[in-house]
């Protein structure tokens, strides 16, 4: 928009001069270098101005500057304007800031994390020319020192620096309130440069670390430099702030419904409220009633109180929950664990191959370790975790077999929990409570690199005189894969005292010369053909040698067996990428069949090949389906049924076979292509479930039909009623036109519809008499969760139940936290070259809550830094000439496990909590969490889980955790609102 600059100095002398001529005269006299102007003055009195204000805002507001400085006073010049109650329109949360929005004047509200010491910034320079004496103005807008390049008269460089003008700048890292999060939202940030007035002492104050404050500011972009110095495509985004307020940090602004406030109404004057509001709280755990109420006495916490002598008595209530860990949250031995190398092993043997030190329990042994995992975090995206303790326990008598659509089958203990979608938010629940046609977490894809294996082997060369010598491969390539790969599907290997032969049967000469040329470079010994027989149509390729039988002893040594024992080598799953898509298409080429119908497959006596294969495939973000079929072995004189397992890739998969693994051999690959052309593919296979209610409700919130929802009304009409889940392709749709819309509702759909998650639905969930000696558990830090025979396995706590519902909640656990992050820290500012000071969870809690997990695992010395946020209620920092008290007026809920993993029972409880005497004070309530046998509460569980079996209501908690988190909300006002 052309914008006539000296029409809008007059525009905006003539708005000073009829709104605040009396407050600029007062301004003067009082030494002050801000003008404030309220934004809704200046629409009232030029909207169009207004508007320039919000789009053009720096050509602007240097347009009132220089208006201001007309007027007949005195130190006008360096006066600056400074604009606030913009729109509530222009009110941007952090994350939800787009390149759009760059130079745009916006409003954010946020939480003060970082804040850097102030440090003088040059905002111009003046220069001498040493030739002619001309002075050279040159006013510093980049963040590199700027120096004139040449003189009118000639000269060029080595000018001298006669002055600068330096003004105050600090920068602050704001991040995202967590009222206007919910559920697993990760709270996003953003640097904000203050410069001026707004650093003076009274505002330094008013913006210390912990403090909620309102920004108002342009959005602008960062270079980003390369390590080689270069500049990058991509930039960064800061905010170049006009002005900022402390906000009150209350839940004022929380918008509640009139039926949300009928319901709230409703349920204060109810007697029974406190029983129901215990009852809510994890209402699928059995019993620990006077936990449950606890929490709900903590939820909704005290007032704080000051005596007329000055002292302070806090009114949040401290508590500690010690006790075992979950019992018999395990799996069976055999289940396969993907590890962060690529590794597919059964946890069995990860836990009981570890040479860590075993410590006992009642139950079983565990021991304290540190393995590398794929796990998914709380944005659904599968990422790398540490599994630091391995458990091994006696395993109940009734266990839960899982079979999903895709042929995943996993056997877990009834407590051991899976997650599912929930009205857009991704939940645990156990498996006693899953139901047939549910829909549990899987990955979708595997971010594993990998690398070349080195194979350290020490083969015994044989001493015959006519014996083949092979050359012994150091490291994995991809002509062994690929041998590897054509053996697994149609090798045989046999073996006696002497020799080992090796067969290779085939009808494709492509696939002949292929194997031929791989063996041959990889072994370097000759390859015999030998001609088909009578009943057969295809030719076979031999090799005999001692030694290459040794060799495959060691990394196939399943390939001497039957088929129905025949199992992927170990080594190929951790390869690089290349190589194991080299094995891929080699087994491919020579196993698979392609259906005019249901797309690619392979059939093998072997479930675990075909397990593994499923797992590789993932490395590829290939969704394949397992089925069992029975059928003749056509090799076999027995002509009688035998299991089989037929891997599937259809659908939409196929493509992605084809573009990331292929077929090598040209007769498939036309095959291939010929049953992809002009095909479309139903999405409805990859949907995410139980949506209806979220996207009604975000429909009706912003007032948009059917019709705006950006899909076809008839089928939009079946996902709000419930009776079709979203596909993927269908949620992405949707979003899209609706992204515009500032809702954190929004914001969760794009998670799980850009997630790693792939929804895999329960076919089949039946209990199955148990006869394991043992089951086994990975404890995962942070995110604990781990992949189990490809499906997503979790631990749930009351903890993660309560920074759910909490309306302002910090989630934080064992090792993964230490005292700065807890309180808060001193660190380097990359920006300004100096001191930052940091928040941690305790002061970024403040009026909120912070749920400490594994509070046993943490170090003495982080712990301590608790005791003055407990007790005091503040964090008290001196460090690098930074001296500081912040507001951590916080509810801290912790959770341990006893000394030795699980309480003695004869020893006393006291002596048995591996935490300092003096921080266990700092808790007002501390509960022992002990599983001990008992017929009648037994009974009562049975009983309990009984009713969740026939009808899963009972689950349900009696008030919904969203109108919990109201109901807070509303307490809290009522709380901080003064005395009538």
Same mark, same amino acid.
């Given at each position: ?30 030494? $002050? ?5 309220? @934004? ?30 007309? %007027? ?69 807008? /980049? ?18 620096? &006669? ?29 904000? @440069?203050?410069?001026? /007035? ?21 959005? !602008? ?52 409220? #406190? ?31 000051? $005596? ?101 089958? *996993? ?23 899953? +139901? ?84 041959? +470079?990889? @072994?370097?010994?000759?390859? @015999? ?71 690619? #497959? &392979? ?222 820290? &001193? ?24 749920? *400490? ?49 699980? %309480? ?35 009974? !009562? ?19 919904? $955790? ?19």
């Amino acid at each position: 928009m052309i914008v006539d600059t000296s029409e809008q100095i007059e525009k905006f002398k003539e708005f000073i001069e009829i709104n605040y001529s009396g407050l600029l005269k007062d301004i003067i006299k009082k030494g $002050r270098k801000a003008f404030i102007v309220d @934004f809704n003055d200046l629409s009232k009195f030029d909207p169009d101005l207004a508007e320039q204000l919000l789009s053009e805002p720096e050509d602007t507001l240097k347009a009132g500057e220089l208006s201001i400085s007309q %007027f007949d006073l005195p130190d006008m010049s360096k006066l600056r304007i400074r604009a606030r109650n913009l729109p509530s329109s222009e009110r941007i949360s952090i994350k939800n800031i787009r390149s759009e929005h760059l130079g745009k004047l916006i409003t954010l509200d946020g939480i003060v994390r970082q804040a850097s010491d102030v440090r003088p910034q040059v905002v111009s320079a003046k220069f001498e020319c040493p030739s002619c004496g001309n002075n050279i103005s040159i006013l510093q807008i /980049d963040t590199r020192f700027k120096e004139p390049v040449r003189c009118s008269c000639g000269r060029r460089g080595k000018f001298r620096l &006669v002055s600068k003008d330096l003004v105050d700048a600090q920068r602050l890292v704001l991040e995202e309130s967590p009222e206007g999060l919910e559920g697993g939202e990760q709270p996003k940030r953003i640097s904000v @440069f203050l410069k001026e /007035d707004l650093v003076e002492p009274v505002m330094e104050k008013k913006t210390t670390p912990g403090s909620l404050v309102r920004v108002v500011g342009i959005i !602008k972009e960062v270079p980003v430099f390369l390590k080689t110095g270069a500049q990058s495509i991509r930039f960064d985004l800061m905010i170049e702030a006009n002005f900022i307020e402390p906000v009150e940090e209350t839940f004022e602004d929380v918008e509640i419904s009139k039926e949300d406030e009928e319901k709230i109404l409703n349920l204060a004057k109810d007697p029974g409220v #406190y029983e129901k509001l215990a009852g809510s709280i994890a209402p699928s755990i059995f019993g620990h009633e006077p936990i449950k109420e606890a929490l709900v006495l903590q939820l909704m916490g005290g007032v704080r109180k000051v $005596r007329e002598d000055g002292t302070k008595v806090k009114g949040d209530i401290h508590v500690l929950l010690v006790g075992d860990p979950g019992a018999a949250k395990c799996v069976t031995g055999e289940s396969k664990v993907v590890l962060a190398d690529g590794s597919i092993e059964r946890i069995s043997e990860i836990v009981n191959n570890c040479d860590d030190k075993i410590h006992r329990i009642d139950d079983g042994t565990y021991k304290v370790t540190n393995h590398d995992l794929p796990t998914v975090g709380l944005d659904g995206k599968v990422s790398r975790g540490k599994a630091t303790i391995l458990w091994k326990r006696k395993s109940p008598k009734g266990l839960y077999k899982v079979t999903t659509k895709t042929g995943r089958e *996993i056997i877990v203990t009834p407590t051991h929990p899976f997650f599912v979608c929930n009205k857009s938010y991704i939940i645990a629940k156990p498996a006693r409570k899953i +139901k047939n046609k549910e829909f549990i977490a899987a990955p979708r894809f595997l971010d594993i690199k990998g690398k070349r294996q080195e194979f350290k082997l020490d083969i015994k060369r044989t001493n015959a005189k006519n014996g083949n010598h092979i050359k012994i491969p150091k490291y994995s390539s991809v002509e062994l894969n690929r041998v590897l790969g054509y053996l697994l599907a149609e090798g045989y290997l046999r073996k006696n005292k002497t020799t080992t032969e090796i067969k290779f049967d085939n009808f494709d000469n492509p696939v002949l010369e292929d194997y031929n040329k791989c063996f041959k +470079k990889v @072994f370097e010994i000759p390859l @015999f053909r030998l001609n088909p027989r009578k009943s057969k149509n295809c030719f076979t390729l031999r090799a005999t040698s001692v030694e290459l039988g040794r060799f495959f002893d060691y990394i196939a040594p399943s390939y001497f067996k039957r088929s129905r024992y025949k199992e992927i080598p170990s080594f190929i799953s951790k390869c690089i990428i290349s190589e194991i898509r080299s094995f891929l298409q080699a087994y491919f080429d020579t196993e698979a069949s392609i259906h005019k119908t249901k797309g690619i #497959y &392979v059939v093998s006596a072997s479930k675990s090949l075909i397990e593994d294969l499923q797992t590789l495939l993932l490395r590829f973000g290939i969704i394949s389906q397992i089925h069992p079929t029975f059928s003749r072995a056509t090799n076999s004189r027995n002509k009688t049924k035998r299991k089989y397992f037929r891997l599937v890739i259809s659908g939409e998969d196929v493509k992605r076979f084809r573009e990331r693994v292929g077929f090598t051999l040209a007769r498939k690959k036309n095959i291939l292509n010929h049953y992809l052309k002009d095909r479309k593919f139903n999405t409805n296979k990859d949907v995410i479930p139980n949506l209806s209610a979220v996207l009604s409700g975000i429909r009706k919130k912003h007032n948009l039909s059917q019709f705006d929802m950006g899909i076809p009304r008839s089928t939009y009409q079946h996902l709000e009623r419930g009776d079709r889940n979203p596909s993927r392709y269908l949620l992405k749709k949707i979003i899209g036109n609706i992204s515009n819309f500032s809702d954190s509702s929004i914001l969760r759909l794009k998670q799980l519809a850009n997630s790693d998650i792939f929804w895999d639905q329960v076919k089949e969930i039946k209990k199955i008499n148990s006869d394991e000696d043992w089951v086994y558990d990975l404890q995962v830090n942070d995110t604990h969760n781990f992949l189990a025979n490809n499906l997503v396995v979790h631990n749930s706590t009351f903890l993660t139940y309560i920074a759910y519902s909490a309306p302002k909640a910090r989630y934080v656990a064992g090792r993964g936290s230490s005292g700065a992050g807890l309180t808060a820290s &001193v660190v380097k500012d990359e920006f300004l070259r100096g001191w930052a000071l940091e928040a941690g969870a305790l002061v970024l809690a403040n009026k909120g809550f912070c749920c *400490i997990d594994e509070m046993d695992k943490m170090k003495e010395e982080d712990t301590s830094a608790l005791h003055e946020g407990m007790a005091q209620q503040t964090i008290t920092i001196s460090k690098a000439n930074i001296q500081a008290s912040l507001k951590a007026e916080t509810t801290v809920l912790a959770a341990a496990n006893p000394k030795l993993g699980r %309480f003695d029972p004869y020893k006393s409880v006291a002596e048995q909590i591996n935490m300092p005497p003096a921080l266990i004070n700092r808790f007002d309530l501390i509960f022992p969490v002990r599983d001990l046998p008992n017929k009648e509460k037994d009974a !009562k569980i049975a009983g309990h889980i009984l009713k969740l079996s026939v009808d899963s209501k009972e689950s349900r908690p009696i008030i919904d $955790r969203n109108l919990l988190k109201l109901e807070k909300e509303e307490l809290d006002q009522y709380q901080s609102a003064p005395d009538n």
